[in-house]
């Protein structure tokens, strides 16, 4: 199992970015997958996460109407597209596989890091 | 929902036990046994050390054990090693697929 992502950089307040995470050695469109970030220094906080199918979808109050969540099954792949950034939006954003069978985390990527600041 | 509460740090020498604890609420912890345990280190991605309060993933020492009572679970790592350095932060769902993460805990191998 693999994880990569990809898409972090530094971006101005009100600025977008999008986020991708490439997935490999399992059948992607059978699990849940979710993004999870950690500000620098801070603890982890689930940001969002997608059904296998794409039809479910969740986001923390924090980002709910600036983040959308989507994926590509036929590609692999999972987006986070992240709107109206704000400085406390900086952290590494982690995709992480959600357990087949329980409320848990089983596979994370390396992390990429988002920096929101003038 | 609020953060799972967690010691800041415990520490122990080697081959010592230690116990870290994560106090939740009757919503979260203590509602259901969907508490897992993840380990990090400096610079690097977490990764699950318990799931389901206490099993563990393929791969994860016998040493990392979990349980749980009432709103507080914890997490005891048996014969301290110095690779066992690290932060760790327990997680719990909480209902309508939605979790929480606790405070985090330092465990430093003296």
């Known amino acids: 199992v693999q994880l990569v992502e990809s898409g972090g950089g530094l971006v101005k307040p009100g600025g977008s970015l999008r986020l991708s995470c490439a997935a490999s050695?399992?059948?992607?469109?059978?699990?849940?997958m979710t993004w999870i970030r950690q500000a620098p220094g801070k603890g982890l906080e689930r940001v969002s996460y997608?059904?296998?199918?794409?039809?479910?979808?969740y986001y923390s109050d924090s980002v709910k109407g600036r983040f959308t969540i989507s994926r590509d099954n036929v590609k692999n792949s999972l987006y986070l597209q992240m709107n109206s950034l704000r400085p406390e939006d900086t952290a590494v954003y982690y995709c992480?596989?959600?357990?087949?069978?329980?409320?848990?985390?089983?596979?994370w990527g390396q992390g990429t890091l988002v920096t929101v600041s003038t | 929902q609020s953060a799972l509460t967690q010691p800041r740090s415990v520490s122990g020498s080697p081959g010592q036990s230690v116990t870290i604890s994560c106090t939740g609420t009757?919503?979260?912890?203590?509602?259901?046994?969907?508490v897992s345990w993840f380990q990090q280190h400096p610079g690097k991605a977490p990764k699950l050390m318990i799931y389901?309060?206490?099993k563990r993933p393929s791969g994860v020492p016998d040493r990392f054990s979990g349980s749980k009572s009432g709103n507080t679970a914890s997490l005891t790592i048996s014969g301290l090693q110095d690779e066992d350095e690290a932060d760790y932060y327990c997680?719990?769902?909480?209902?309508?697929?939605?979790?929480?993460f606790g405070t985090g805990t330092k465990v430093t191998v003296l």
């Open positions: 997608i059904s296998s199918s794409g039809t479910y979808t």
């Open positions: 997680c719990s769902y909480a209902g309508s697929y939605t979790g929480v």
């Open positions: 992480a596989r959600v357990h087949a069978s329980s409320y848990s985390f089983d596979y």
């Open positions: 389901d309060v206490t």
């Open positions: 009757s919503s979260d912890v203590g509602a259901y046994n969907y």
């Open positions: 050695g399992f059948t992607f469109s059978d699990y849940y």
